[in-house]
C-alpha cells in the first residue's frame, strides 16, 4: 500500500528546494520565474499547514509582503479581485491556527486596500488599475470568492461580517439573475442600459469573451503592440459586449459564497437564491448527464469538462448538508457523477473532457474528492471506491523525478509538452490528506476542519 505520508513529504521537500524563485518565494512556475504563487496562495498554505510546516509557511508569508503592493497581489499592474481571495484566505488560514499579532496586522493592512482599491457604495469591484488610477464600475461573480473568505472569518474579523453580506445583496438584485436566475460574467453596478445590452445582445465567440472579460489583466504592456491591444481589451472590457454566461468561476464562487451566507444567518433568500440557481443549472447547462462550461441566452451550451461536473457536485453536497436535505440535490449529484463514471479510463484516471485523450492533474484530485463527498451522504461505497482509485492512479501516473505533470494520456503516458506545475502539485496534498483522514474513519461533513481543507476555490 502506498505510503501517503512519505508522498506528501516528497512533494513538500520539492517546494522548499526546487519550486523556489531567487528570492526564496514559492515559485508559480516550474522551471521557477519570478513569478510566485501568492495569488493562488490557499492552493498550498493550508496543506503545508497540516503536515507541520508552520515554519516553512511563516516564512513565505514574510516573503509575501515585499512581493505585494499595500498587502494585494498585482498582476500587469491591476489589482484583480479574484487574484487577492487566496491571498487573503491563506492569511487567514494561518492567523486562525497562531494567533499571531504580526499576521494580523497584514491581515487587516490587506482588508483595508481592498476596501480603498475594490469597493465602493458596498459592491466589490472587478479590479482596480494602478496605472490608469482608475476604478471600473464592473463586478463579477468571480469576486464571491473574496465575499466567502469575509463571511468564513467573521468570527476573527467581526466587521467582515457586513461587508460581505451587503455586497451579497446588492448582487441578488442583479439583472442578469432576475432576467435568468444565473449569472452573466460582468455587470455594472450603476448602469441598467450597460445591463439590458450585455444580457441581451449576443455575440458567440468564444476567445473574444474570454479576452474581454476573464483574461483582460493578462496582457503585458512591455512593447508598443502590446500596449495597444492593452488599451483595446481594456476599454472593450469596460463596454456591454455581449451575453456570456461562465459556469466556473464566475458562477460557482458567488454560490459558494451565498451558502456561507446562509449557514451564517439562516435567511431564506439565501435559500431560496441557491436552489433557483440550482435549478436554472440544470435546465440550462446539465446535457447528456454533465454540466457545460458557457451558456448563451439563445439556449446554446458549450465546453462541457470534468471541471464543471465535480464543482457541481460539491455545490450539491454542500447545499444539501448546510441549506436544506432535500434528496433530489443527492440525485442530481449521483447524476453527473454516474455519467463520468462511464468516461472512467482503464486505468482508473478520467479525461479532461468527455471521450478525451488526456487528463488533467487538479481534475483526478479534485472528482476524487467530490466522489468521496457523494460517497458520504448516499452511503453507496461504489463512489469512494471509485475515487480512491483515480487519485491512487494519478500518484502512479503523473509522477516524474521533477514532480507530477499536468496530463497524461489515456495510456497513462506523460503528454507531449506538458509541465509540473507547483500549484498543482501543492493541490495534490489535498487529496493525499482526503484519503489519509478516509483511512482514519474521518468524515468530511461531520468535521468542520477537514471540510474546510478540501474546498475547492
Known sequence: MLNLKKVAAEIIQRFKTKYLTQEGMIARSYPCTTENIYADFDDVLPFFLYFGEDEFVRKQIELSTSATFNHLTVFNDKVVSWRNDEYLGALCCYYRKHHDPEIRKIIEGCFTSIEKYLMQDGHVFMFYDLRRNRLPKLYSMWTGGLLEVFLENSDLFSEWKSKGLRAIDLWLENYSFQKYSIFVFKSHAYSRLFNLINCNFHFHNLNFHRIVNSQFYYIRRTKLRNTLIEAIVYYLLQLPTGSYFQFMKANTNFIFALIGAYRLTGEERYRKAIEKW?????EKLFRDGMIYGIWYPNGNATDPTLTESFAMIDVLCDTYSFVSKKPEFLDFA?????????????????????????????????????????????????????????????????????????????????LPGTVVD????????????????????????????????????
Open 278 to 282: 440550482i435549478n436554472t443549472v440544470r
Open 334 to 414: 449521483k447524476e453527473i457523477a454516474d455519467t463520468w463514471l462511464l468516461q472512467q479510463w482503464p486505468n482508473g484516471m478520467f479525461p479532461f473532457v468527455p471521450g478525451g485523450v488526456h487528463d488533467h492533474l487538479d481534475n483526478q484530485t479534485d472528482f476524487s474528492v467530490a466522489l468521496c463527498r457523494l460517497s458520504e451522504l448516499t452511503g453507496e461505497e461504489i463512489y469512494r471506491e471509485v475515487g480512491r482509485r483515480c487519485f491512487f492512479s494519478t500518484l502512479k501516473y503523473h509522477q516524474t523525478e521533477e514532480g507530477y505533470v499536468t496530463s497524461v494520456t489515456k495510456d497513462g503516458k506523460v
Open 422 to 457: 507547483p500549484k498543482y502539485n501543492g493541490l495534490l496534498l489535498k487529496g493525499i490528506i482526503n484519503w489519509i483522514e478516509e483511512g482514519k474513519g474521518a468524515k468530511i461533513y461531520e468535521t468542520p476542519d477537514l471540510h474546510d481543507l478540501l474546498k475547492d476555490r
